[in-house]
C-alpha cells in the first residue's frame, strides 16, 4: 500500500503521459479514413398515388454513401451494412424527396455517414391501362416437309399497366417461340414482350406491368404434299362439234394439313365441266381453298385453277362420184353389141367359103381367123378403153372388179364363138 502511495502525483502523471503516447501511436499507425460504397434506394409508401390513379417513377436506382472509419476495419463495411431510402410521403411540389441513410451494422465503428445525392427526383404520371392481342413470333423453321400451322395461345390477350409515357411506346405484345426442326406439335410457357411501332422488342420499361405474366402456348404443326388436280366434264357439245381434250393450270398444288388427312389424299377432284352446246373452248376457273376438306390448307399462297376444255369442228365428209357405175353397164352394151355383129360376120364368110371350093375356102378361112382375131383384138382394146374410163370415174376398187371380170368373160367367149366358126369353115372345104 505504501508503495501506491508514494509519489502518488507522478505516477498519475506517467499514467496520463502514456495514454496520450497511445494515442498519438494509434493515430499516426491506424488513421481513421474516409470511404464509400453504392446502395441500392429503397422507396417506402409506394402505393400513396394509386388513390389517384397516378404512378410514379425515380430518375435513379442506388445512391452513394459515403462515411468515415479506421484504416484497420474498412474490410468490415460493406454497403449491407446500409440502408438508404426515400418516402414518398415527403414528395413535394418541386418532385422532390429526401434521401435517407440508416447504419444497419458496425455503428461503433462508422461516423459522418452521408447520402449523395441527398435529394431524389419523382416524376409523378397518370396510369395507362391497355389491351393488347397477344403475337407469336416464330423462332426457327419447321422440319423439310412440314410447315408451321399456327401458334395457339391462352389467353389470347393481354392488359398492360404503367405510366402513360411508357405505355405510349408499345405497339404490340407477343411471344417468342423456337420451332426449329419441330414436326409435330408442340407446348410451352413463354413470357410477354413488348415491341414498337418498327417490331423491335422494348427492354427496361419502368412501372410497367403486364397481366398475366406468364402464356400458355401450342404449336400446330403440319405435314406438306403435293397433289394432283383431277378435272371431268358433263354434257355433248353443240351438233357438228365434239370434245378434243381438256388442261388443268396449274396440274398439281403443295397442299398441307394433319399428317392422316393429307395422307390420305391422292388427288383433288375439280368441280364438274358442263359443255353442253358448246362451240367454242370452254375455260372455267375454281378457287382451290374452297375445295379443300376440313383441315387442309394450301401451303403456298392462295391459287386458282383454271380448266381450259377444247372444244372442235367435226370435219365435212364429200360424197363420191357415181358416172363411172352409170357408164358401165353402157360399155357393157357396146361389147354386147360387138359380139353380135362379129358372130355374123363370122358365120357368112363360112357359107361364102364351102360354096367357092376347097383352096379358096382354106384361104378364106384363114383371112377369117385373122379378121376375127383381129377384131378381137379390136373390141378388146375397145372394151379395155371403156373399162378403164369407167374406172377412172369410179372411186371405189368394188365397182370396177366385177366390170373387169364381165369384160374378160366376154373377150373369152368371143374367141370361143371365132375358133368355131374356122373349125366349121375348114371341114366345109
Known amino acids: 500500500m505504501k508503495f501506491f502511495r508514494e509519489n502518488l502525483g507522478l505516477k498519475l502523471i506517467s499514467v496520463a ?24 434506394l429503397q422507396v417506402e409508401n409506394k402505393d400513396i398515388f394509386n388513390a389517384d390513379s397516378k404512378t410514379w417513377e425515380i430518375d435513379r436506382g442506388s445512391v452513394t454513401i459515403s462515411y468515415k472509419v479506421r484504416s484497420d476495419q474498412r474490410s468490415l463495411i460493406s454497403s449491407s451494412d446500409f440502408k438508404a431510402y426515400i418516402d414518398l410521403k415527403d414528395y413535394s411540389i418541386t418532385g ?12 461503433g465503428i462508422i461516423q459522418d455517414v452521408t447520402p449523395k445525392p441527398t435529394v431524389i427526383h419523382v416524376r409523378v404520371e397518370d396510369v395507362q391501362k391497355k389491351h393488347f392481342d397477344l403475337v407469336s413470333h416464330e423462332q426457327g423453321k419447321a422440319a423439310t ?30 411471344i417468342r417461340v423456337d420451332v426449329d426442326q419441330l414436326s409435330e406439335n408442340q407446348s410451352g410457357k413463354a413470357s410477354p414482350v413488348f415491341y414498337d411501332a418498327n417490331n423491335k422488342a422494348l427492354e427496361g420499361l419502368k412501372n410497367v406491368t403486364v397481366s398475366p405474366e ?60 358442263d359443255i353442253t352446246g358448246a362451240m367454242d373452248n370452254v375455260t372455267k ?33 364429200k360424197s363420191n362420184s357415181s358416172e363411172g357405175t352409170t ?30 371350093g376347097s383352096a379358096e375356102s382354106t384361104e378364106e378361112s384363114s383371112s377369117s381367123q385373122r379378121t376375127t382375131r383381129e377384131s378381137s383384138s379390136s373390141s378388146k382394146g375397145h372394151e379395155t378403153s371403156r373399162t378403164h374410163e369407167s374406172s377412172s370415174s369410179q372411186r371405189g376398187r368394188e365397182s370396177s372388179s366385177p366390170q373387169k371380170t364381165q369384160e374378160s368373160s366376154s373377150s373369152r367367149t368371143q374367141e370361143t364363138e371365132s375358133s368355131s366358126g374356122g373349125k366349121e369353115g375348114t371341114t366345109a372345104s
Request: proline share 5%; with cysteine.
Open 17 to 40: 503521459l502514456a495514454l496520450v503516447l497511445w494515442l498519438i501511436v494509434v493515430n499516426v499507425s491506424k488513421p481513421e479514413i474516409e470511404d464509400s460504397c453504392l446502395a441500392e
Open 96 to 107: 422532390t424527396v429526401p434521401v435517407y441513410v440508416s447504419v444497419l451494422n458496425h455503428s
Open 145 to 174: 416437309g412440314y410447315e408451321i400451322a399456327g401458334i395457339q395461345t391462352d389467353p389470347s390477350s393481354v392488359t398492360v399497366s404503367g405510366p402513360i409515357s411508357a405505355v405510349g411506346q408499345i405497339s404490340s405484345v407477343g
Open 214 to 273: 406468364e402464356i400458355n402456348y401450342t404449336v400446330k404443326v403440319y405435314k406438306k404434299k403435293s397433289v394432283n388436280l383431277l378435272s371431268s366434264v358433263i354434257g355433248s357439245p353443240a351438233a357438228g362439234y365434239q370434245y378434243e381434250s381438256s388442261t388443268v393450270s396449274p396440274s398439281s398444288v403443295q397442299l398441307s394439313g394433319d399428317s392422316k388427312t393429307v395422307e390420305g389424299l391422292q388427288v383433288l377432284e375439280l368441280p364438274t365441266v
Open 285 to 317: 376457273s375454281f378457287r382451290i381453298s374452297e375445295l379443300l376438306p376440313s383441315g387442309v390448307k394450301l401451303a403456298d399462297q392462295n391459287t386458282d385453277a383454271v380448266v381450259t376444255i377444247r372444244i372442235e369442228k367435226i370435219p365435212e365428209t
Open 327 to 356: 357408164e358401165s353397164p353402157e360399155s357393157t352394151a357396146e361389147s354386147s353389141s360387138a359380139r353380135d355383129t362379129m358372130s355374123t360376120e363370122q358365120s357368112s364368110s363360112s357359107q361364102g367359103s364351102t360354096e367357092t
